[in-house]
């Protein structure tokens, strides 16, 4: 299966420079409802992940994958817009090839955003959470199969997987454009159910913040290969039991769409500052 999937991530990368793309300097992988942050990309070459053979097919209706290449105020970025998801019962290195394709194109950075489920009491749908930490809670890792040892080490250091300097530097962005940021670890689980109260319980205790289904694969990822992670979740909920009203994929889509303005903001201003170097 590894093999087989090194291959397809090669395919993918050699697909994306065959359109020109240069090196991008940041990538993003780009969740629910923030899909608008591709459309700022300027001078975009697009290339489907249906064109690119062997690569993992959605099961979710309209999030096709869409690799976009470009630039975002003058710096160069390769943007994945409709990711894949475990529940949608992708092996974990297959799960593992969207962000090996752009993480083999060469960016030091990776900035991801997923929607979450909010455990703290006071976290509030619309809220956003740098994610300084996650727990993987699905006993699987798209690291497992062979090792290709060019990507990265067989057993890679986790200790800073969010990189400190790049959530200061969001920090920063935000308290310039006024807006509050949250701070905590992200629970990664399998779905595609949303929790029961007691495993809400449970996560609270085992020190969650927020919980998901996504963005702990390709962090991952990035962090095997050694690039800079950043990770913002849009609350877009209070996790199940907590606001005594059931959970519903349409409030998480509202939400999303809603605080999805907000967090493009801040993705481009901190896309921007790499441009300076700053
Ligand atoms: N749980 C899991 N995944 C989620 C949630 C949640 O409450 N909200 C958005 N994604």
Redesign the pocket.
């Known amino acids: 299966m590894s093999l087989e999937v090194e291959e397809v991530a090669r395919a993918g990368v050699a697909r994306i420079q065959a359109t020109g793309a240069g090196r991008p300097d940041v990538a993003l992988i780009l969740g629910s409802g923030l899909g608008h942050i591709a459309d700022r990309v300027e001078n975009a070459i697009r290339v489907p992940a249906s064109d690119m053979p062997g690569y993992p097919p959605s099961t979710v209706e309209g999030h096709e994958g869409v690799f976009v290449m470009g630039r975002i105020e003058g710096v160069s970025v390769a943007v994945l817009s409709g990711r894949i998801h475990g529940y949608e019962g992708h092996s974990p290195p297959v799960l593992g090839i969207p962000a090996r394709i752009l993480c083999a194109l060469g960016p030091k950075t990776l900035m991801l955003t997923n929607?979450?489920?909010g455990i703290v009491e006071d976290f509030r749908p619309g809220d956003l959470m740098l994610i300084s930490d996650h727990l993987n809670l699905t006993t699987r890792s798209p690291l497992q199969g062979v090792n290709v040892d060019e990507w990265g080490p067989r057993f890679p250091d986790m200790t800073e997987v969010y990189s400190a300097d790049l959530r200061a530097q969001a920090r920063t962005e935000a308290a310039t454009l006024g807006l509050g940021l949250r701070e905590g670890v992200y629970a990664w689980?399998p779905?595609p159910q949303?929790?029961t109260p007691a495993e809400i319980r449970m996560l609270r205790t085992l020190g969650a913040d927020a919980?998901?289904?996504s963005t702990v694969p390709e962090a991952t990822i990035a962090s095997h290969m050694g690039l800079s992670v950043l990770a913002v979740s849009v609350i877009?909920?209070q996790?199940?039991g907590m606001s005594g009203k059931r959970?519903s994929h349409d409030e998480?889509l509202a939400a999303c769409a809603t605080a999805g303005q907000k967090l493009g903001e801040l993705l481009v201003r901190l896309v921007a500052s790499f441009r300076t170097g700053g």
Do not use: F, I, Q, R
């Open positions: 929607a979450a489920g689980v779905g949303y929790e919980v998901g289904m877009s909920n996790a199940a959970l998480v």
